[in-house]
């Protein structure tokens, strides 16, 4: 049976931590954490018919794009609760116009606001909710711009759980707020940013016993990791040249970038491709310290868009995805407020409707040809991360 355990991060440490408890950080140096396995033998070609044949099957454990792909995430027992809500089969998109208008670039869209609470952090959140519960607990918590939160709340109620949120104060939008306080979550605005809020949660987590979910879980970014599987499944496992997301605590680069690795080093996939973080210029830490190739993130006080999601000025999982731009080759880009704006403009004209943060991904497709730094005629996979819904104060 394969097995799973969690090991620091840091080049130095590299520790396995005490299965007994989920942590967030190593107990040795204070890194991150992720998951590693010791996977059991497997075919490849194999593997590959087994999921296909799963999108027949009617099981709820199979219907879910996250536990289709089980094989690669196998942290909880066989047979334990699975904690899902049919997230995942989410379509890949080809947008002729708006890759004629951000190019000319091949472009497809990995369309994740079809997740059933809007929003790709329902791939991270069956999985974190699913170990939750396979551990006892009774109570999660988050900070969020908004999306985390809805999600959070929607497994919490599935699961039988308590839900506690911390929200900067009047920061995030109202249609997001309104889903986790519909799912029955306790919300605390707190903090004039995300990280502020963050920080508090944090700070408070270990004294009150709080199971955090946000993506400095390790099993979060095992359910967001499985994103490459489908995407690889729905291309016949023809790699693009470049996966592009846009970068807010970077939880989502640093899921992407440990699927692919982990899809290559499987041999599903002979090639990796180049994976690109976009940033709102108001809230661009992750690429400033790539552009002055600083060491260390220096963390935004002030972060300001208007893209709300994104509005993070201290991004928790920065060396993950330093990591993941490094493997791939990859690199970071910022767009303006009126950048995303214009994005979204011309995605909503190509009948694709989503959320200002995701059009970030288009509009630093744009800049970067327009800068020679894609070329002509890529073949480029935007990962659009929130339904059209999710903020219409901003449309
Ligand atoms: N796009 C959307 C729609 C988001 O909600 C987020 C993050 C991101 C992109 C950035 O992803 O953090 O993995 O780099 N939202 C978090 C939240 C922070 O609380 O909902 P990331």
């Known amino acids: 049976m394969s097995s799973a355990y969690l090991q620091c991060i840091e080049e130095s440490c590299q520790r396995r931590q005490d299965s007994k408890k989920d942590t967030y950080s190593c107990a040795f140096c204070g890194g991150a954490l992720e998951v590693k396995y010791e996977f059991d033998p497997f075919d490849p070609e194999q593997l590959r018919h087994a999921w296909h044949q799963r999108r027949l099957s009617g099981e709820p454990i199979d219907r879910s794009g996250v536990w289709r792909f089980r094989e690669l995430i196998p942290f909880i027992e066989p047979g334990a609760r699975i904690i899902s809500l049919s997230e995942g089969s989410t379509p890949l998109v080809g947008t002729r116009r708006t890759g004629w208008w951000a190019g000319p670039v091949h472009l497809t869209i990995k369309h994740q606001g079809n997740n059933p609470t809007g929003s790709f952090k329902d791939l991270g959140m069956t999985a974190c909710i699913t170990r939750a519960a396979s551990r006892g607990v009774r109570m999660v918590a988050c900070a969020s711009t908004g999306n985390t939160s809805a999600s959070m ?19 995030i939008s109202a249609a997001k707020l309104a889903q986790a306080l519909d799912f ?30 946000n993506s400095v879980n390790p099993f979060r970014i095992e359910g967001q990791k499985t994103i490459v599987a489908e995407m690889m499944e729905q291309r016949a496992w023809r ?73 993070i000025g201290h991004p928790a999982n920065w060396k ?53 730094k894609l070329p002509w005629h890529a073949d480029i996979v935007c990962v659009l991360t929130g339904n059209q819904l999710k903020d219409t104060e901003y449309i």
């Open 184 to 213: 029955g979550a306790l919300v605390i605005e707190v903090g004039d940013t995300f990280d502020e809020a963050f920080k508090l949660l944090r700070e408070i987590a270990p004294e009150l016993g709080l199971y955090v979910v």
């Open 239 to 311: 790699p693009p040249d470049y996966i592009v997301v846009p970068g807010g605590n970077l939880g989502n680069a640093s899921a992407v970038g440990k699927g692919l690795r982990e899809l290559k080093e499987m041999g599903f996939i002979e090639k990796v491709p180049r994976v690109v973080v976009v940033q709102a210029a108001g809230a661009n830490p992750f690429y400033q310290m790539l552009s002055t190739g600083s060491p260390e993130l220096t963390p935004l006080q002030n972060p300001d868009t208007e893209a709300t999601a994104i509005r």
């Open 320 to 372: 993950k995805a330093q990591r993941v731009l490094e493997w791939t080759g990859g690199f970071s880009e910022c767009v303006t407020d009126e950048e995303i704006f214009e994005a979204k403009t011309m995605l909503a004209e190509d009948e694709v409707g989503c959320e200002p943060a995701s059009a970030a991904t288009v509009a630093g497709v744009r800049k970067l040809v327009r800068t020679g």
């Open 153 to 171: 709340a929607a497994y919490a109620a599935r699961a039988g759980m308590k839900a506690l949120l911390f929200v900067p104060y009047r920061q």
